[in-house]
């Protein structure tokens, strides 16, 4: 059974085949791969919209809807700093997405 993952969670899998495929094979199976990057989806998804939120408490009531997506491009970039960008395993440095 395959779940749909969003951008999100597809972005995270791209990101483990191509530089942490020992870390990707130590999921196991296809299944517990796939689960593992369903739940992970969820809490980028998660994670994002609420630091999103926070950081818009940040902006002036009368400027926020204008700056909603440029907090949330921001909000993005940190998520995935922390939760996607893991560092590369050695010999996949010179790989590109």
């Not at 940190?78 to 996607?84: F, G, K, N, S, T």
Request: net charge negative.
């Amino acid at each position: 059974m395959t779940t749909q993952l969003s951008r999100h969670g597809r972005l995270a899998r791209e990101y483990w085949e191509t530089y942490r495929p020992q870390a990707l094979e130590s999921l196991g199976s296809a299944e517990e791969q796939e689960a593992h990057f369903v739940v992970l989806d969820l809490r980028l998804k998660e994670k994002i919209g609420s630091l999103s939120d926070q950081m818009l408490q940040e902006v002036p009531m009368e400027e926020r809807a204008g700056a909603r997506n440029a907090v949330r491009a921001q909000a993005q970039e940190l998520v995935y700093a922390q939760e996607v960008y893991l560092p590369k395993e050695p010999g996949t440095e010179h790989r590109e997405m």
